[in-house]
Structure formats: structure tokens, C-alpha cells
């Protein structure tokens, strides 16, 4: 109790407040230049003095692991086959997962037949609820959805915006393997190839994989013609120009008339019609199936 | 009490115990014999005796957990009732003593076993507010998480939250035909929210305020108060908090105060309750791994730790799964440890904070805290909500390197060996961190005196208050759950338990810094344990939708704040469930806040805010 204890602690601060300044000294301006290679000595475990990042100006890239809310995985937009593609197959497993339950799926099914069809015909998820678990890309058996790297979500409305469907939620492979090289190629060996497992399936397949795009151009039209009496332009559109990525650009434009552009902002009313149109599709189909 | 060694003819393993406690009370104590249960069933009106002479005769003298259980309804439990789980332990080491009291549902009455155990206080009383169970003799049975006049008993099983969409997820709505809605949307008031058929809604008047501080003694004669010099005084109620800078989030203590002496002080606490627990019965078993993280969010991966070693129990009973392997759990105690150092960092900083050295000395220590969660982030994918544990596994092996990838957004790149990464801030960088807070802080005579002396709890209070952690091995109590109840391979680490037995704010602070040290040790063990045992499997085997036998287990471990325990008990109609039918946390900030009126008494106001800041409590998990 005589003070030299304390003054020894104030030695402590007095070598931090040192420290930072020769940190200063030592690289000048080139400490925010912006072709920084002093930003990992500054960061890492060698580092002395102030270890501030001067966030927004320089921002941190997140590790490979980092995950904040999921993004759906798309083909890339200039694939030579089917461009913009869902490598969604709407099997659920990541709505059931998802620990807040914040993911939707609405799946789609061919018109006329009833069957589910492997790609979801809309897909929302609402940022505010999810907790960034990463649980659905973690369990997603088609690598399809993924945590991504963008954590600059804010925006001034919170009842509009932090809703995000499919449009906004996809994005192209090419994005994933950008920012996360190696897990990329890691997923890639698993599956054994770059391709999303399906379109592997088939090409395997061979011969077997032509009556299949046939299958499915089929459904696609069918759709469109679903689709045409309250979207006509836009289904025609669809049904003129068959290709993958119209009926991407498309749907936003179709879906939407026929289940309301924003199915957060409908009326209680609506969404009980919707609701029991629903139902009765269910029903429609457990007949069909029984009889 | 002296603290001496145990009769040696008393004491045995817990199957002694149980013959013992079974002899003495041949009709009141049975044993538990459903499926995958253990310890004994005590008939309600002897549990009071029961208790002491658990305590006194076969010297369980510490109450870990007590919680209630409500089992309505489902086939394997048949008749509905409410059951009180009870958790004793040595505090000289080994497994629990479990004995559960069984009361009808309806008239749900008890004996409180505060007179036993003080550290039953507040555990009971979350128990009357959740679940509705009186206990008969307790000295202050009011609601502790929910406010006065809230209608219902929010964990029993007939209870609907506001949004309540289905007993249990994932939600039907979700898939296949998941046309999204915002649950702000829906109306709260609908058919969920249960409020007495007499009330008026629009005249609503919270009489809980001034409930609390008549407690207090408000309205008292003052000219019958005198002091020991004949002058006229009047004891003052001072309330501090919710929203107070040094209550460490949204906690509030109303005290009593004669001049700056502290009379009488009560925490107030539930403002960021969220009824954790009953959102873990809605979840699956993984779903509920997440929700740990944000418990105390201080030292997430411990929480993850807990929970799977309880689920890791019930798997044990007979699913198929494979156990965690080597690699697993030497995986497990690296970010336990790491987590450990980042908390005691954390709690020493801002207890300094309370102190009056504003945020110099914290931000020391949260630079190094930067470096530890820069690790959790490249490895667990966040930084504080890692979610890194699974049931049989962890999410994903170390990488190979801590790197990032500059992108549009993002430009500030780093890559490091994680290794090296790894070698460098053991060996290196955190020692060298703790030496530096010792040099700091250890010596100072400012903070010594102002801690030393004050707060003090003694061995026995410790004790008989239940308080865990450095709270507790700070009075002299050499009791860690690393040594006294092992779990993963802490038994072939080499480590000593820090204990000072002082039973002050000083000591406590030593714990920690020791405890630091102690974290270091084991660290520098387990990084060989990483080189050689690299290329094994860490990935659990446990399918999303994976079901859990029939049981109860209580998985606890020493985290940063003391002991943290999972109670979690799978039951249902079938032989397995995705659901747990209860689960509950023992959480250490909360029950740590027991003694806190008790170590307070006597002392300044300005004390007050220290002693809080020496127990260490983060609310996240004191409300849950």
C-alpha cells in the first residue's frame, strides 16, 4: 500500500499509449493506403498498439466460414445449358431445420398432373427472424443454399424489405466459389463435379437425360399456360421463348400476379382465400389420388 | 461449520447413498423406475427431512439444480402430475444424488426445501412462476422472471405463447405451401392470450411496483428511528436499474439504505426473459443448439458444450449414434479453454469497469479477446453465436488456414496457418496478456482496496447458497466440475483448480486470473493432441430429423461463470422423440444472484456495483 503498485500499472498504459503511436510511426500513411500489406501484421498475432479497423472505409473480408443470412445457389447466368437454374429441388429439408422458422417454400407441382416438381416455386426467407445458425446450408443435401459474406443488410423499412424472396435471395455459383474457394472445391469432390448433382445424375444417364428436358420443358409450358389467364404477356413470353432463364426473369413477373406480389403486405382476408384455395387444391389432389 | 473431510463410514458411491437414504425412509423414498430415469422418488410430505438428512447425514451439501417437470398428457407418463427434480452433489466430488417430490397438478404444493438449501430460494421461485407450484415455507415465494399479475404458468404444458403456431416445429405452414406472413401481423390478442374472465383490460393497474417496495418497508414511523447518537434518521429505497450502465444489460436492484449502508437489497430481474425454455420444448434437440449461443453470450461454445453432452446422455440410453471421437472432444476443450480466457477477460475488464477505471483496462483485454474470436469465426463461422458443437461431433474440423477472400463488398484481406496461428497466441500472445493484467492489476492499491474485504461470502454460504464457479472456489471451496465430476478428457489434463479462500471481490479476481493461467496449461496439452490426432473424423453422425430415446439426463460443465447445466428429459408416446419434453437450464448467472442481497448487506452503495461485477452475470442467461 504505497503506491507502486499503482504506479506500475500506469506504466502499463503509458507502454499501450507508446505502442500505438509507434505503430503510427512505423507505417505512416501506408497504414490505410489502399493497397494495404501491413493490414495482416496489424491484425494477426504479432500486433501491438491500436488494432482498429476504420470500418467503412476499410473493411474487413470475412474467413471462408463466416455466415450471415443464406442466399439460394443459381447457376451461373452464362451457363451454356440452363442458365440461372434453382439448384433448389424445394425438398423442405431446410425449412424443417431451421431453428427460428424463418424459411418458406412454396413447392411447386405441375398443373395438370399435381406432382411435385424439383425447384420451389417461391421461396422467402424473413432476415429479422433468421439467427444465422447456418443450419440450412449445413443440412442441404444439394449444396443449393449457402451462408453468405454481405452483412450490410440494414435498410430504413423493416416490414417491406427484410422479407426476402427468391429473386433476391438467389445468386450465381460463381458468387459462392468467390467466396469460399475451398469449401467450394471441397463440395465439388463430394459431388464429383462442378455440376449440381441432378444435372450429374442425368448426364450420367445419357440418352436418359433427353426425354427428361423434354419432361420438363413440358411441365414448363404447362405452367406458363397455368399461369397465362391472369399473366398473359409475361406467360406467352414464357411459352414463346422456352429457355431456363426467361422463365427466371419471367416468374418474378408471373408468380407473383398469380399469388400477390407481396404475400407480407396482403390483408388477413387474403391470405385466408389464398389459404383455402390451397386447401382445396390439397383436396382436390387427395381425391384425384384416391380415385 | 468447519469444512472437514467427509465420514469415511458415510460416504460411498451414489448406489450407498441411495440404500442408505432408502433404510432411513423405508415408505417415503422409492426408487425411480421408468424408463432410461434414475435416483428416487421422495413422497411429498417427507421431502423436507429427506432433504436434511441428504444434506446432513450423507453430506450432499450442495443443491446443483432444482426444476419442475410438468407431465400431462402423454402416454408414457400416464397419470398427469408436477415433479420437482432435485440435483445434490458433494462438493468434495462425484455424480449426483437425484430425488424428485410428485404433486398433483392442479393443487400443486410442496415443501420448500429453503431452509435446507438457501440456494434453493431462487430456483423455486422461477418454479412457482413458471410452472405454478407453491412451496409451502418459502420466505419470499413471489414471481421472479414474469411480472406480478401475470396470468398463467408459462412452462405447463396447456400453456399458448402470443404467437403460438403449433406444439411443436417445424411448423406445418412452412412447407410445402409456405406463403410467407410476418408473425407482427397476426393478432396477439387472438385466442392465445389467457387473462382472468373478470378483468377489465382497458383498467389494468401494475400493482407489482409498489407490491416490491412496500416489501421494503416504505412508510415507516421515521420519528422512531434513531441512530446509536440519538439523531432522527429514515431509511431511504433507492432503486437502480434496469437501465443502468454498471447492472451489465437490463437488471435492477432495489435496496434499503440507512445513510450509504446497504439494509436490505433484492435483485429484480426477468426483463430480457424469453422463456428460453419453453421455446427449447418447441424445438428439436438440434434446433436447440443455436438457442444456447445466446444464452450466455459471453462464452457461447461452453453453453453448446453442456447442451450435447446432455443429448450425447440420452443418445447413450440406445440410439443408434456414434460417440464423439478423440479429435471431437480435443476439438471441444480448445474453444472451451479459449472460451474460458475470453470470458474471465471479459468479466475481470468490466468488473474493473465497476470499479471506476473506465474502459482503459477492459479494451486491453478485449484486443485479446479479437484475436480468440477471429479464430471462432474462421473455424465455427461467428465470432460470439458460434454453434460449433453437434451431438456426437462438431461442425466441421479446424481449417487449414484462417483466411479470407477479398470480395466486392469486403477488402481487407488476412490469411494465417491456423496453427501457427494457434501456437503463436498460446504460447505467446494470451500469456503474455495475463501477465500483463497481473502487472496491472494484481498489485495496485486501488483495487485492492476497494475489493479486498468487500463482498464477502464464507465457504459454507458459498455453499449452502449454491453459487458456482469463481463465485464459489473464491470462498475457499476447491470445487470444479473438471475435477470433481469429469466429463470429456479433462481427466487426463493436467491442471490445478484455482481456489483463494479469501471469500472477497479480491479473491475472486485472483480465481479468474489464475483460472487464465490454469486455461493456458491445458491449452498448451491440447495443442500435440491436435497434431496427432489430425485426419479423424469430427462430423456427427446425427440426422436433422434424429430422434432421442426415452430418459432423463443432466449434462453440466464448467463454464466460465460456474456450473452450467442442461436438465433435459425426452419423453413422449413412442419409443423415441424429435422433441425434448423438458428442458431446462441451470444457468450460473442466475443462481450466482442468490447470495448477491446476502454478500451486499452492510455494504456501500458504490460496493454494490462491484460485488454485482464480481459475480460475473450476463443476462442473456440470468433471464433466459
Known amino acids: 500500500m504505497n503506491g507502486i503498485g499503482f504506479v506500475k500499472g500506469m506504466l502499463v498504459t503509458l507502454r499501450h499509449f507508446v505502442n500505438t503511436y509507434v505503430d503510427d510511426l512505423r507505417y505512416g500513411f501506408r497504414k490505410y493506403s489502399p493497397d494495404v500489406d501491413n493490414f495482416e501484421t496489424r491484425q494477426g498475432t504479432k500486433a501491438e498498439g491500436a488494432f482498429t479497423v476504420q470500418y467503412p472505409e476499410e473493411k474487413l473480408a470475412m474467413p471462408e466460414r463466416f455466415r450471415f443470412v443464406p442466399f439460394l445457389v443459381v447457376n451461373d447466368y452464362d451457363h451454356p445449358e440452363a442458365p440461372g437454374k434453382d439448384w433448389c429441388t424445394s425438398c423442405g429439408i431446410c425449412a424443417k431445420v431451421c431453428p427460428p422458422q424463418c424459411i418458406w417454400i412454396v413447392r411447386s407441382n405441375d398443373p395438370v398432373t399435381g406432382r411435385p416438381v424439383p425447384e420451389p416455386e417461391a421461396f422467402f426467407i424473413d432476415i429479422d427472424i433468421c439467427m444465422n445458425c447456418g443450419f440450412c446450408a449445413e443440412f442441404c443435401p444439394f449444396d443449393a443454399i449457402k451462408m453468405d459474406h454481405d452483412y450490410e443488410l440494414s435498410s430504413y423499412d423493416r416490414t417491406t424489405n427484410h422479407v426476402f424472396d427468391k429473386q433476391k435471395l438467389s445468386k450465381e455459383f460463381k458468387y459462392w466459389k468467390t467466396i469460399a474457394p475451398t469449401r467450394a472445391v471441397e463440395e465439388m469432390q463430394a459431388r464429383g463435379g462442378w455440376e449440381h448433382k441432378d444435372a450429374q445424375k442425368a448426364a450420367r444417364r445419357g440418352g436418359a437425360d433427353a426425354g427428361k428436358d423434354a419432361k420438363r420443358e413440358e411441365v414448363r409450358a404447362r405452367k406458363a399456360e397455368a399461369a397465362a389467364p391472369t399473366a398473359a404477356p409475361a406467360a406467352e413470353a414464357v411459352a414463346e421463348a422456352p429457355k431456363p432463364a426467361a422463365e427466371v426473369k419471367a416468374e418474378p413477373a408471373a408468380a407473383p400476379a398469380a399469388e400477390g406480389a407481396r404475400p407480407w403486405e396482403e390483408s388477413h382476408d387474403q391470405r385466408e382465400a389464398r389459404k383455402q384455395a390451397a386447401l382445396a387444391r390439397k383436396a382436390a389432389r387427395a381425391a384425384k389420388k384416391d380415385g | ?624
Open chain 2, 1 to 624: 461449520m468447519v469444512l472437514t473431510a467427509p465420514d469415511p463410514n458415510k460416504v460411498g458411491t451414489i448406489e450407498d447413498a441411495i440404500a442408505d437414504l432408502k433404510a432411513a425412509f423405508p415408505n417415503d423414498v422409492s426408487d425411480d423406475k421408468r424408463e432410461g430415469y434414475g435416483g428416487v422418488i421422495v413422497s411429498a410430505d417427507k421431502l423436507l427431512e429427506v432433504a436434511s438428512y441428504i444434506r446432513d447425514t450423507l453430506k450432499f451439501d450442495y443443491l446443483s439444480s432444482a426444476t419442475a417437470v410438468d407431465y400431462l398428457g402423454e402416454g408414457h407418463h400416464s397419470n398427469d402430475h408436477m415433479e420437482m427434480v432435485y440435483h445434490a452433489y458433494r462438493t468434495t466430488g462425484g455424480s449426483a444424488l437425484v430425488f424428485k417430490a410428485q404433486t398433483d397438478r392442479e393443487k400443486a404444493e410442496l415443501p420448500s426445501l429453503v431452509s435446507v438449501w438457501r440456494g434453493a430460494d431462487f430456483q423455486e421461485r422461477e418454479a412457482w412462476d413458471l410452472f405454478g407450484i407453491r412451496f409451502k415455507g418459502h420466505p419470499n415465494l413471489k414471481r421472479i422472471l414474469m411480472w406480478e399479475g401475470f396470468y398463467g404458468h408459462p412452462m405447463r404444458k396447456d400453456w399458448k405463447e402470443a404467437f403460438y403456431e403449433s406444439e411443436h416445429k417445424p411448423f406445418d405452414s412452412r412447407w410445402p405451401e409456405g406463403h410467407v406472413y410476418r408473425a407482427e401481423e397476426l393478432n396477439v390478442f387472438g385466442s392465445n392470450v389467457k387473462y382472468p374472465s373478470d378483468i377489465d383490460l382497458s383498467r389494468l393497474t401494475d400493482k407489482s411496483e409498489s407490491d416490491l417496495y412496500t416489501g421494503f418497508g416504505l412508510g415507516v414511523d421515521m420519528t422512531h428511528m434513531t441512530d446509536e447518537n440519538g439523531i432522527q434518521t429514515d431509511e431511504l429505497v433507492v432503486n437502480m436499474g434496469p437501465h443502468h450502465p454498471s447492472t451489465h444489460g437490463v437488471f435492477r436492484m432495489v435496496m434499503r439504505l440507512d445513510g450509504e449502508t446497504i439494509t436490505h437489497l433484492e435483485p429484480v430481474m426477468g426483463y430480457l426473459h424469453r422463456n428460453h425454455e419453453k421455446i427449447g420444448e418447441r424445438n428439436t434437440y438440434l434446433h436447440n443448439i443455436p438457442f444456447t449461443d445466446r444464452l450466455d453470450y459471453i462464452s457461447s461454445m461452453g453453453n453448446n458444450h453442456g447442451y450435447v453432452l446432455a443429448v450425447e446422455q440420452l443418445l447413450a440410453k440406445g440410439a443408434k449414434y456414434t460417440p464423439p471421437t478423440y479429435r471431437t472432444e480435443v476439438l471441444r476443450v480448445l474453444m472451451v479453454e479459449l472460451s474460458r480466457i475470453v470470458n474471465h477477460l471479459w468479466a475481470i475488464g468490466f468488473w474493473l469497469n465497476d470499479l471506476g477505471a473506465f474502459f482503459t483496462p477492459v479494451l486491453y483485454f478485449v484486443q485479446e479477446r479479437e484475436r480468440i474470436l477471429d479464430f471462432f469465426e474462421a473455424v465455427a463461422g461467428s465470432r460470439m453465436m458460434c454453434n460449433y458443437m453437434r451431438f456426437g461431433g462438431v461442425f466441421a474440423d479446424l481449417p487449414e488456414r484462417i483466411k479470407s477472400t477479398m470480395n466486392l463488398m469486403n477488402d481487407r484481406v488476412r490469411d494465417f496457418d491456423t496453427m501457427q496461428f494457434l501456437q503463436e497466441m498460446i504460447n505467446e500472445r494470451i500469456p503474455r496478456t495475463i501477465d500483463e493484467l497481473d502487472e496491472y492489476l494484481t498489485n495496485s492499491d486501488i483495487v485492492q482496496s476497494r475489493s479486498k474485504g468487500v463482498g464477502y461470502l464464507s465457504a459454507e454460504d458459498a455453499i449452502n447458497f449454491s453459487a458456482a464457479g469463481p463465485l464459489l472456489r473464491g470462498s475457499g471451496v476447491a470445487y470444479d466440475i473438471r475435477r470433481a465430476d469429469p466429463y470429456s478428457i479433462y481427466p487426463e489434463l493436467d491442471f490445478d483448480v484455482a481456489v483463494q479462500h479469501e471469500g472477497d471481490m479480491y479473491a475472486r479476481y485472483m480465481v479468474r486470473l489464475i483460472e487464465m493461467r490454469e486455461s493456458v496449461r491445458i491449452l498448451k496439452q491440447i495443442l500435440p493432441r491436435l497434431e496427432y490426432t489430425k485426419g479423424e473424423s469430427v462430423t456427427s453422425s446425427f440426422a436433422y430429423s434424429g430422434k432421442i430415446p426415452l430418459g432423463e439426463a443432466y449434462g453440466r460443465v464448467e463454464n466460465g461463470k460456474g456450473e452450467l447445466g442442461y436438465y433435459v428429459v425426452s419423453a413422449g408416446d413412442k419409443k423415441n422423440t424429435a422433441n425434448p419434453w423438458r428442458y431446462h437450464v441451470r444457468a450460473p448467472s442466475f443462481i450466482n444472484l442468490t447470495p448477491l442481497g446476502h454478500m451486499c448487506r452492510g455494504t456501500k452503495v458504490a460496493d454494490v456495483v462491484a460485488i454485482l461485477g464480481s459475480i460475473d452475470i450476463v443476462l442473456g442467461e440470468t433471464d433466459r
